[in-house]
């Protein structure tokens, strides 16, 4: 058993409206799979059907159709859940409790003992950077970064073997978010599995070791970071000098994508293992070169070009 999630066909439809309900699909057919010992981010603009994915694999809200498994058990099963954590979007701690009662009141509901509670919690404040004397306050007296950090806390609290996290980090500062991000290789760098999910490029770029985008409800790309970069652009510029306009034409003819630019020619090439033909030939007419460069291709640009379209959709609720 090597994966951690699997989704097959995953669709859930609301019904909207007062008098006249419609249905509204919000996920279509998602199918993807987690393997085992990753960090996944599910990546996707607000709106996209990311909470309701997760909502769904934690068994809060059922499917229109479709399955997912955990841990190879179907979702019903109570067993996986003691073996699962979940940092939902927007946690509503009860406000009296500490961040110490909260972290031992789940702790026990997933079946964990005293003995190892009074152990676990404080070093998991320490991991997620709740300082010492916030441990016995009240949760109405938190900051969103300090219940941001409790609720971190309170899903580990179980050690799960999977770890599910909708926009971890959300209303935290460049430090927060800093020290989330070596909190999530921790927990992989510990053999477990984490999916977060995120409207923010960055934050999976730096972290992911496969993503799955979402827009609109729809799958639009899964795999490794790596294999969508090269698959979508990675395209180099060669920049070459000493080359007639004649020369140019020539190059052209032959299938090189020249053109002409201030500090001589620019030649396009799809990858890098395009590069050698290319200066080649451009050698072979004349030209020196004087770089090669990857054109500026992140995840960023793909999402931009992909995905931009669902940025006019961001609920006030979203940070
Ligand atoms: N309970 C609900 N009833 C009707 N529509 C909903 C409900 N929950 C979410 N939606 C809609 O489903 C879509 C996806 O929402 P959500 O899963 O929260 O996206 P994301 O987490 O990617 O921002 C949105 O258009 C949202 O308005
Ligand atoms: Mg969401």
């Given at each position: 058993?090597?994966?951690?999630?699997?989704?097959?066909?995953?669709?859930?439809?609301?019904?909207?409206?007062?008098?006249?309900?419609?249905?509204?699909?919000?996920?279509?057919?998602?199918?993807?799979?987690?393997?085992?010992?990753?960090?996944?981010?599910?990546?996707?603009?607000?709106?996209?059907?990311?909470?309701?994915?997760?909502?769904?694999?934690?068994?809060?809200?059922?499917?229109?159709?479709?399955?997912?498994r955990i841990l190879g058990e179907p979702l019903s099963?109570?067993?996986?859940?003691?073996?699962?954590?979940?940092?939902?979007?927007?946690?509503?701690?009860?406000?009296?409790?500490?961040?110490?009662?909260?972290?031992?009141?789940?702790?026990?509901?997933?079946?964990?003992?005293?003995?190892?509670?009074?152990?676990?919690?404080?070093?998991?404040?320490?991991?997620?950077?709740?300082?010492?004397?916030?441990?016995?306050?009240?949760?109405?007296?938190?900051?969103?970064?300090?219940?941001?950090?409790?609720?971190?806390?309170?899903?580990?609290?179980?050690?799960?073997?999977?770890?599910?996290?909708?926009?971890?980090?959300?209303?935290?500062?460049?430090?927060?978010?800093?020290?989330?991000?070596?909190?999530?290789?921790?927990?992989?760098?510990a053999g477990k599995t984490v999916f977060f999910s995120?409207?923010?490029?960055?934050?999976?770029?730096?972290?992911?070791?496969?993503?799955?985008?979402?827009?609109?409800?729809?799958?639009?790309?899964?795999?490794?970071?790596?294999?969508?970069?090269?698959?979508?652009?990675?395209?180099?510029?060669?920049?070459?000098?000493?080359?007639?306009?004649?020369?140019?034409?020539?190059?052209?003819?032959?299938?090189?994508?020249?053109?002409?630019?201030?500090?001589?020619?620019?030649?396009?090439?799809?990858?890098?293992?395009?590069?050698?033909?290319?200066?080649?030939?451009?050698?072979?007419?004349?030209?020196?070169?004087?770089?090669?460069?990857?054109?500026?291709s992140s995840l960023e640009d793909f999402f931009m070009?992909?995905?931009?379209?669902?940025?006019?959709?961001?609920?006030?609720?979203?940070?």
């Amino acid at each position: 058993m090597t994966k951690a999630i699997e989704i097959a066909e995953l669709t859930k439809d609301f019904e909207i409206g007062f008098l006249r309900k419609r249905p509204v699909r919000v996920l279509d057919g998602l199918t993807l799979e987690v393997p085992k010992g990753v960090i996944f981010g599910f990546l996707g603009p607000n709106g996209a059907g990311k909470t309701t994915t997760l909502k769904l694999l934690m068994g809060l809200l059922r499917p229109t159709s479709g399955t997912a498994r955990i841990l190879g058990e179907p979702l019903s099963s109570v067993a996986m859940r003691a073996r699962i954590g979940y940092l939902p979007e927007q946690a509503y701690f009860y406000d009296y409790l500490t961040a110490r009662e909260l972290l031992h009141y789940y702790g026990r509901l997933t079946g964990v003992d005293d003995v190892t509670l009074a152990r676990r919690i404080p070093e998991l404040f320490g991991s997620v950077g709740l300082e010492e004397s916030a441990f016995d306050r009240q949760l109405r007296k938190f900051s969103k970064g300090m219940l941001q950090r409790t609720g971190l806390a309170q899903a580990l609290v179980n050690d799960p073997e999977v770890v599910f996290l909708d926009e971890p980090m959300s209303g935290l500062d460049p430090i927060g978010r800093r020290q989330v991000r070596d909190l999530i290789l921790g927990i992989r760098d510990a053999g477990k599995t984490v999916f977060f999910s995120s409207h923010i490029l960055s934050d999976v770029e730096a972290l992911c070791d496969e993503v799955a985008i979402l827009n609109q409800g729809r799958l639009v790309e899964t795999g490794s970071l790596s294999d969508i970069l090269n698959r979508r652009g990675g395209q180099l510029e060669i920049v070459v000098t000493g080359l007639s306009d004649d020369a140019l034409g020539r190059l052209r003819a032959d299938g090189v994508d020249i053109s002409k630019s201030p500090g001589g020619a620019l030649i396009l090439v799809p990858s890098e293992a395009m590069v050698e033909s290319a200066l080649a030939k451009a050698r072979a007419a004349g030209g020196r070169l004087i770089s090669v460069s990857q054109t500026r291709s992140s995840l960023e640009d793909f999402f931009m070009r992909e995905v931009g379209s669902g940025e006019g959709k961001d609920s006030p609720a979203d940070s």
